[in-house]
Protein backbone atom coordinates (compact mmCIF):
# COMPACT_ATOMS: atom_id res chain seq x y z
CA UNK A 1 0.00 0.00 0.00
CA UNK A 2 2.44 2.65 0.57
CA UNK A 3 6.54 3.00 0.32
CA UNK A 4 8.90 4.99 2.61
CA UNK A 5 11.46 6.62 0.35
CA UNK A 6 14.10 8.80 1.82
CA UNK A 7 13.01 11.62 1.33
CA UNK A 8 14.67 13.94 -1.39
CA UNK A 9 16.67 16.88 -0.47
CA UNK A 10 14.54 19.23 -2.73
CA UNK A 11 11.74 17.96 -0.10
CA UNK A 12 13.59 18.61 2.74
CA UNK A 13 12.87 22.59 3.57
CA UNK A 14 9.60 22.14 3.61
CA UNK A 15 9.88 18.90 5.85
CA UNK A 16 11.89 21.04 8.62
CA UNK A 17 9.22 24.00 8.39
CA UNK A 18 6.53 21.30 8.55
CA UNK A 19 8.22 19.59 11.68
CA UNK A 20 8.89 22.74 13.61
CA UNK A 21 5.60 24.08 12.92
CA UNK A 22 3.91 20.71 14.27
CA UNK A 23 6.05 20.51 17.20
CA UNK A 24 5.70 23.80 18.54
CA UNK A 25 1.94 23.36 18.27
CA UNK A 26 1.51 20.13 20.30
CA UNK A 27 3.54 21.51 23.10
CA UNK A 28 1.49 24.29 23.13
CA UNK A 29 -1.59 22.70 22.81
CA UNK A 30 0.09 20.02 25.51
CA UNK A 31 0.85 22.68 27.87
CA UNK A 32 4.41 22.30 27.92
CA UNK A 33 4.94 25.47 26.48
CA UNK A 34 4.04 29.17 26.06
CA UNK A 35 2.68 30.09 22.53
CA UNK A 36 5.20 32.71 22.45
CA UNK A 37 8.75 31.83 21.47
CA UNK A 38 7.55 27.92 20.84
CA UNK A 39 8.48 28.15 17.23
CA UNK A 40 12.13 29.42 17.71
CA UNK A 41 12.38 27.20 20.66
CA UNK A 42 11.41 23.75 18.56
CA UNK A 43 13.46 24.89 15.25
CA UNK A 44 16.58 25.17 17.75
CA UNK A 45 15.52 21.27 18.96
CA UNK A 46 15.26 20.37 15.08
CA UNK A 47 18.86 21.40 14.49
CA UNK A 48 20.08 19.78 17.44
CA UNK A 49 18.67 16.86 15.77
CA UNK A 50 19.57 17.57 12.41
CA UNK A 51 22.64 19.16 12.46
CA UNK A 52 23.82 18.22 9.01
CA UNK A 53 20.83 18.38 7.28
CA UNK A 54 19.46 15.39 5.40
CA UNK A 55 22.68 13.79 5.56
CA UNK A 56 22.82 13.77 9.18
CA UNK A 57 24.27 10.04 10.79
CA UNK A 58 21.73 8.19 12.53
CA UNK A 59 18.60 9.99 11.43
CA UNK A 60 16.32 8.61 8.79
CA UNK A 61 13.88 10.91 6.79
CA UNK A 62 11.51 9.39 4.90
CA UNK A 63 8.84 10.44 2.75
CA UNK A 64 5.40 8.30 2.40
CA UNK A 65 4.38 7.47 -0.79
CA UNK A 66 1.50 5.90 -2.49
CA UNK A 67 2.56 4.47 -5.68
CA UNK A 68 -0.79 5.12 -6.94
CA UNK A 69 -0.30 8.93 -6.08
CA UNK A 70 1.65 11.43 -7.79
CA UNK A 71 3.29 12.76 -4.48
CA UNK A 72 4.35 11.62 -1.39
CA UNK A 73 0.97 11.75 1.65
CA UNK A 74 3.41 12.53 4.34
CA UNK A 75 6.78 11.90 5.90
CA UNK A 76 8.34 9.90 8.62
CA UNK A 77 11.65 10.65 11.13
CA UNK A 78 13.05 7.99 12.64
CA UNK A 79 16.16 8.22 14.38
CA UNK A 80 18.75 5.74 15.49
CA UNK A 81 18.74 5.85 19.43
CA UNK A 82 21.03 3.93 22.07
CA UNK A 83 19.21 1.82 24.70
CA UNK A 84 21.64 0.14 26.79
CA UNK A 85 24.00 -2.41 25.14
CA UNK A 86 21.50 -2.28 21.74
CA UNK A 87 20.12 0.95 19.56
CA UNK A 88 16.70 1.23 19.13
CA UNK A 89 14.80 3.16 15.90
CA UNK A 90 12.59 6.49 17.80
CA UNK A 91 9.53 7.78 15.57
CA UNK A 92 10.49 11.58 16.32
CA UNK A 93 7.49 12.35 13.99
CA UNK A 94 5.21 10.84 11.77
CA UNK A 95 3.11 12.83 9.71
CA UNK A 96 0.25 12.37 7.16
CA UNK A 97 -1.63 15.24 5.04
CA UNK A 98 -4.67 16.09 6.20
CA UNK A 99 -6.65 14.76 3.06
CA UNK A 100 -4.78 11.59 3.61
CA UNK A 101 -5.74 10.49 6.62
CA UNK A 102 -7.64 7.78 7.95
CA UNK A 103 -6.99 5.67 5.10
CA UNK A 104 -4.09 3.59 6.62
CA UNK A 105 -1.05 5.71 5.71
CA UNK A 106 0.70 6.17 8.89
CA UNK A 107 -0.27 2.51 10.17
CA UNK A 108 1.17 1.25 6.98
CA UNK A 109 4.29 3.57 7.34
CA UNK A 110 4.70 2.60 11.02
CA UNK A 111 4.76 -1.54 10.12
CA UNK A 112 7.08 -0.48 7.40
CA UNK A 113 9.34 1.76 9.68
CA UNK A 114 9.22 -1.47 12.04
CA UNK A 115 10.75 -3.75 9.18
CA UNK A 116 13.51 -1.35 8.39
CA UNK A 117 14.27 -1.68 12.43
CA UNK A 118 14.62 -5.11 12.15
CA UNK A 119 16.37 -4.81 8.90
CA UNK A 120 19.06 -2.42 10.25
CA UNK A 121 19.42 -4.92 13.51
CA UNK A 122 17.97 -2.48 15.86
CA UNK A 123 16.13 -3.88 19.08
CA UNK A 124 12.87 -1.88 18.82
CA UNK A 125 10.62 0.83 17.84
CA UNK A 126 10.03 3.43 20.36
CA UNK A 127 7.88 6.84 20.28
CA UNK A 128 6.78 9.63 22.24
CA UNK A 129 2.75 10.65 21.23
CA UNK A 130 1.05 13.79 23.42
CA UNK A 131 -1.58 12.77 26.19
CA UNK A 132 -4.42 15.07 23.81
CA UNK A 133 -3.37 12.87 20.75
CA UNK A 134 -6.43 10.05 21.03
CA UNK A 135 -6.08 9.08 17.33
CA UNK A 136 -2.58 8.79 17.70
CA UNK A 137 -2.45 6.68 20.64
CA UNK A 138 -5.07 4.63 19.87
CA UNK A 139 -3.24 3.46 16.28
CA UNK A 140 0.02 3.03 18.50
CA UNK A 141 -1.78 0.82 20.94
CA UNK A 142 -3.49 -1.44 17.73
CA UNK A 143 -0.04 -1.69 16.84
CA UNK A 144 1.05 -3.18 20.32
CA UNK A 145 3.34 0.00 21.48
CA UNK A 146 3.19 -0.23 25.33
CA UNK A 147 3.68 3.05 27.76
CA UNK A 148 7.02 2.70 28.87
CA UNK A 149 6.68 5.97 31.18
CA UNK A 150 4.08 8.98 32.06
CA UNK A 151 4.49 12.64 32.94
CA UNK A 152 1.47 14.29 35.00
CA UNK A 153 1.07 18.21 35.52
CA UNK A 154 -1.79 18.79 37.90
CA UNK A 155 -2.11 23.05 36.85
CA UNK A 156 -3.16 25.69 38.80
CA UNK A 157 -5.26 28.73 38.31
CA UNK A 158 -3.38 31.84 37.15
CA UNK A 159 -2.43 34.20 39.80
CA UNK A 160 -4.14 37.32 39.38
CA UNK A 161 -2.10 39.32 42.48
Not at 2 to 29: D, G, W
Not at 88 to 101: D, L, M
Request: hydrophobic share 45%.
Amino acid sequence: MITLLPMRAEAFPSFVEQATLLFAHENVAAGRWSDAGSIERSRAENSKLLPEGIATSGQFLFEITDPELLSPVGYLWLAEMPRNSTKFAFVCQIYVEPAHRRKGYARAALQTAERFAVDHGLSGVGLHVFSHNSGARALYQALGYQVTSMNMFKPFGKNDA
